[in-house]
């Protein structure tokens, strides 16, 4: 299977290079790992995999940024993101993993393996964010097991002495998801890159392709592994070890007694219009509103207009505004768990690591026939 996929990484790399030499118009691809087509439309501006001279980029975020040459081992946890300049300076570090996680809604059509094998930072690991999943439910991407992901992790590459930087190709969005699971699973020493791969891009940093096929084999056998500990069978050595946090996720039950409790202030990251249930949700089947006694800040509230996490002030007038009060637990939730994250993101920035997120979000609640639902 190993040669199999090989060959065809190979090939998808000629085809991947020669739509960059031959035209701008879009390129149907299918990915390695499922067979849903994409469109990909190559940027004009980078042509070619070394991208456009440096351009000064200022970080409205971080005191990281502008620390840039020292390892992982001296950063600290207490700041969720680093800026690229910081990364750019690192990334020969032996300790730290660049993790790719882009991960785009159905309706985007993007397939983020093939857009990783166009263009990725240097080194970059591919991170599933659906193949990474529990293999028991019918929710997407919910959290997998301990040992699942622990497998997963180890088939990475992955170790727990590393600093891990995840990324996405937006911006910041689903690389927050991974910052969590990671969070989740005792690994405090990840970080989400600020501004995701747009920034690095139009920073003037290189990007490479996945000639070698090395990362899109790590990325199957990732799938694979979870795959054969859900199936009950042997998987490779560990080189990971998880450490469950509890208190960082919660089930339909636990949201279920809170609104009856009232002990976490609850905040959905979707639009106000689905949280009013004034639009329909993207998937079939869910019922629109929200849960009772929530409050909605969308998750683009928490970014700049180049998709950064924005300063501190910002983000606590952001949550001020909506009667957040940072003395008090907060559980967070948004459609399928994924933006719930960015929340959880920008409330770290705020000195509260020890945000709860809902795992099954709206996905869950709404889909069930007698969970309480409230409109706007």
Same mark, same amino acid.
């Given at each position: 299977?190993?040669?199999?996929?090989?060959?065809?990484?190979?090939?998808?790399?000629?085809? +991947?290079h020669?739509?960059?030499?031959?035209?701008? *118009?879009?390129?149907?691809?299918?990915?390695? #790992?499922?067979?849903?087509?994409?469109?990909? =439309?190559?940027?004009?501006?980078?042509?070619?995999?070394?991208?456009?001279p %440096?351009?000064?980029?200022?970080?409205?975020?971080?005191?990281?940024?502008r620390?840039?040459? #020292?390892?992982? =081992?001296?950063?600290?946890?207490?700041?969720?993101?680093?800026?690229?300049d910081?990364?750019?300076?690192?990334? @020969?570090?032996?300790?730290? *993993?660049?993790?790719?996680?882009?991960?785009?809604?159905?309706?985007?059509?993007? &397939?983020?393996?093939?857009?990783y094998?166009?263009?990725?930072?240097? !080194?970059?690991?591919?991170f599933?964010?659906?193949? +990474?999943?529990? %293999?028991?439910?019918?929710?997407?991407?919910?959290?997998?097991?301990?040992?699942?992901?622990?497998?997963?992790?180890?088939?990475?590459?992955?170790?727990n002495?590393?600093?891990?930087v995840?990324?996405?190709?937006? !911006?910041?969005?689903?690389?927050?998801?991974?910052?969590?699971?990671?969070?989740?699973?005792?690994h405090?020493?990840?970080w989400?890159?600020?501004?995701?791969?747009?920034?690095?891009?139009?920073?003037?940093?290189?990007?490479?392709?996945?000639?070698?096929?090395?990362?899109i084999?790590?990325?199957?056998?990732?799938?694979?592994?979870?795959?054969?500990v859900y199936?009950?069978?042997a998987?490779?050595?560990?080189?990971?070890?998880t450490?469950?946090?509890?208190?960082?996720?919660?089930?339909l039950?636990?949201? *279920?007694? &809170?609104i009856?409790?009232?002990?976490?202030?609850?905040?959905?990251?979707?639009?106000?219009?689905?949280f009013?249930?004034a639009?329909?949700?993207?998937?079939? !089947?869910? %019922?629109? !509103?929200?849960?009772?006694?929530?409050k909605?800040?969308?998750f683009? =509230?928490?970014?700049?207009?180049?998709?950064?996490?924005?300063?501190?002030?910002?983000?606590?007038?952001?949550?001020?505004?909506?009667?957040?009060?940072?003395? @008090?637990?907060?559980?967070?939730?948004?459609?399928?768990?994924?933006?719930?994250?960015?929340?959880?993101?920008?409330?770290?920035?705020?000195? @509260?690591?020890?945000?709860?997120?809902?795992?099954?979000?709206?996905?869950e609640?709404g889909?069930?026939?007698?969970?309480?639902?409230?409109?706007?």
């Amino acid at each position: 299977m190993a040669s199999t996929i090989l060959t065809r990484s190979l090939f998808s790399h000629r085809l +991947i290079h020669s739509s960059f030499s031959l035209s701008h *118009k879009p390129r149907l691809f299918t990915s390695l #790992f499922n067979k849903r087509p994409f469109y990909y =439309q190559p940027d004009p501006s980078f042509t070619a995999y070394k991208t456009s001279p %440096r351009v000064p980029c200022v970080m409205a975020s971080s005191v990281v940024g502008r620390r840039a040459n #020292f390892s992982t =081992q001296s950063l600290s946890t207490n700041e969720p993101v680093v800026s690229v300049d910081w990364l750019h300076a690192n990334l @020969k570090d032996p300790d730290l *993993k660049v993790l790719d996680a882009s991960w785009y809604m159905p309706d985007e059509q993007r &397939n983020p393996i093939q857009e990783y094998q166009v263009a990725h930072i240097p !080194g970059a690991l591919f991170f599933d964010v659906d193949g +990474i999943s529990d %293999r028991t439910t019918n929710l997407p991407h919910m959290l997998p097991s301990e040992d699942a992901f622990a497998a997963a992790a180890s088939a990475l590459g992955i170790e727990n002495k590393d600093g891990l930087v995840v990324y996405d190709g937006k !911006g910041i969005f689903s690389a927050a998801r991974v910052w969590w699971m990671f969070r989740v699973f005792g690994h405090d020493r990840v970080w989400v890159l600020d501004g995701g791969l747009p920034r690095w891009r139009a920073s003037g940093y290189d990007v490479e392709s996945s000639a070698s096929g090395d990362a899109i084999l790590k990325a199957s056998a990732a799938t694979e592994a979870i795959e054969k500990v859900y199936q009950g069978q042997a998987v490779g050595p560990i080189t990971f070890q998880t450490k469950f946090q509890p208190h960082l996720v919660w089930t339909l039950e636990q949201v *279920k007694k &809170n609104i009856e409790d009232g002990t976490h202030q609850q905040i959905d990251a979707r639009s106000k219009a689905r949280f009013d249930g004034a639009a329909a949700e993207p998937r079939k !089947g869910i %019922r629109s !509103g929200h849960v009772p006694g929530s409050k909605c800040i969308p998750f683009a =509230q928490m970014l700049d207009a180049s998709q950064a996490l924005l300063p501190a002030d910002e983000l606590k007038k952001r949550f001020e505004q909506e009667g957040i009060s940072l003395d @008090k637990p907060v559980v967070t939730s948004c459609g399928t768990g994924v933006t719930a994250c960015i929340l959880a993101l920008g409330l770290h920035r705020l000195g @509260k690591p020890d945000v709860v997120v809902y795992d099954g979000s709206w996905t869950e609640w709404g889909a069930q026939p007698d969970t309480p639902v409230e409109t706007s």
